[in-house]
């Protein structure tokens, strides 16, 4: 069965640092194209970034120069180091596998970072 | 940036048609996918590239694409069809991956 599951959401103060891991299972991570989008609460989903099965990565505006994406082949998982967190980035965090680089064909259940005081 | 412009919220009877919409400059020119999300749940993607159907989604839902608007149609509607509704494109100009805002799709 092909599954991805999110651990490592919590509560942060701002400016802090967070790594969230994704585990993948059924398919080769490091052959696709995978991906963070997020959710604040009661809001729609919002595109964070993207690697490439090659070195290639992609950041939305609002976390460039901040979060890193990242992939452990050995462990066939996804990772997105956050660092200075804002209050604006609380939200559910989902990885997902982009088809052909474009569509989002599966994603993990989600995990809740909350930044906050 | 790229911009996808969606109505907030639809509302239909059960057994009617629903037709969500999705606005862009010439989003004709792009492929556009669909997702579907329950509350509490993770999105499920229901058409990509436009039209197509991932195995498992019943063929009352389609799509379409053409011009600035594209359009997920959902026909035959049931109660288990309530849920946020959102377009997506990647904008290749920008190498972003971009969201409609969701709609609300309420059966009466």
């Known amino acids: 069965e092909v599954k991805l599951a999110e651990s490592g959401g919590g509560l942060i103060q701002p400016g802090g640092s967070l790594r969230l891991s994704c585990a993948a299972s059924?398919?080769?991570?490091?052959?696709?194209?995978m991906s963070w989008v997020r959710q604040a609460p009661g809001k729609g989903l919002d595109w964070v970034s993207i690697i490439y099965s090659g070195p290639t990565t992609y950041y939305a505006d609002s976390v460039k120069g901040r979060f890193t994406i990242s992939r452990d082949t050995s462990k066939n998982t996804l990772h997105l180091q956050m660092n200075s967190l804002r209050v604006e980035d609380t939200a559910v965090y989902y990885c997902?596998?982009?088809?052909?680089?474009?569509?989002?064909?599966?994603w993990g259940q989600g995990t809740m970072v909350t930044v906050s005081s | 940036s790229y911009v996808l412009t969606q109505p907030p919220s639809v509302s239909v009877a059960p057994g009617q048609t629903a037709r969500i919409t999705c606005g862009g400059n010439?989003?004709?020119?792009?492929?556009v996918h669909w997702y579907q999300q329950k509350p509490g749940q993770a999105p499920v993607l229901v058409i990509h590239y436009d039209t197509d159907r991932p195995s498992g989604i019943p063929e009352r839902v389609s799509g379409s694409n053409y011009g600035n608007t594209a359009t997920l149609t959902i026909s035959r509607v049931e109660a288990g069809d309530e849920a946020d509704y959102y377009c997506?494109?990647?904008?290749?100009?920008?190498?972003?991956?971009?969201f409609g805002g969701g709609t609300k799709l309420t059966v009466l």
């Open positions: 997902a596998r982009v088809q052909q680089g474009d569509a989002f064909d599966i």
């Open positions: 010439n989003i004709g020119t792009k492929s």
């Open positions: 997506q494109v990647w904008d290749a100009s920008g190498d972003h991956w971009v």
């Open positions: 059924g398919f080769t991570v490091s052959n696709n194209y």
